[in-house]
């Protein structure tokens, strides 16, 4: 038996859209995400109807951890598990091999005005000492930098209909 102990850190954020779930909803897709998000890549593996839904399954590349620059880049790869259009409802798993399991689950309301409040879960479990040394910098202030960009860059294209232009990361 091993002695080694998974480290588990689990984020919620609740953004503000500018749209009505209707309109939301059909963004939360690996084939739409490209439509809003920069820099967004996927390889699309599995789904019956070319966008999300249930047993959907994408991969995304990983970069190199900074940790260990020797370490070649990976794929993350994902399955819708839970998608639920009516209830505005989707959860997916993705699984980097070795190092993460991720668990994200996203619930849209109607709020007032017309605008959709998105309720955003992660729960990420390291499956190695590197990935619980990964999860060390999964702090709060990682995670609402990263929220917040996803709030901006979805509202961005609900606004205008256009994909910002990717950032120079200054």
Not at 39 to 47: A, D, H
Not at 57 to 66: D, E, G, I, L, W
Not at 74 to 102: K, L
Not at 114 to 120: L, P, S, V
Request: aromatic residues 12%; glycine residues 6%.
């Amino acid at each position: 038996m091993s002695a080694f102990k998974s480290y588990r850190v689990a984020h919620e954020y609740t953004q503000t859209n500018p749209a009505a779930p209707e309109k939301v909803f059909p963004l939360l897709c690996p084939v739409r995400e490209a439509d809003w998000l920069p820099g967004w890549q996927y390889r699309l593996i599995s789904s019956d109807s070319g966008v999300a839904e249930q047993g959907c399954v994408f991969t995304t590349p990983n970069p190199p951890s900074s940790g260990s620059p020797s370490q070649a880049a990976s794929e993350a790869t994902w399955i819708v598990t839970d998608y639920d259009p009516a209830a505005f409802r989707i959860a997916f798993v993705w699984f980097n091999p070795g190092r993460i399991i991720t668990e994200l689950r996203i619930q849209l309301t109607a709020a007032e005005h017309g605008a959709t409040r998105t309720h955003i879960r992660y729960r990420y479990t390291g499956l190695s000492p590197e990935g619980n040394r990964e999860l060390e910098g999964y702090d709060q202030k990682w995670f609402t930098a990263r929220m917040q960009n996803w709030e901006t860059t979805i509202n961005h294209y609900l606004r205008t209909g256009k994909k910002m232009a990717a950032s120079s990361g200054k």
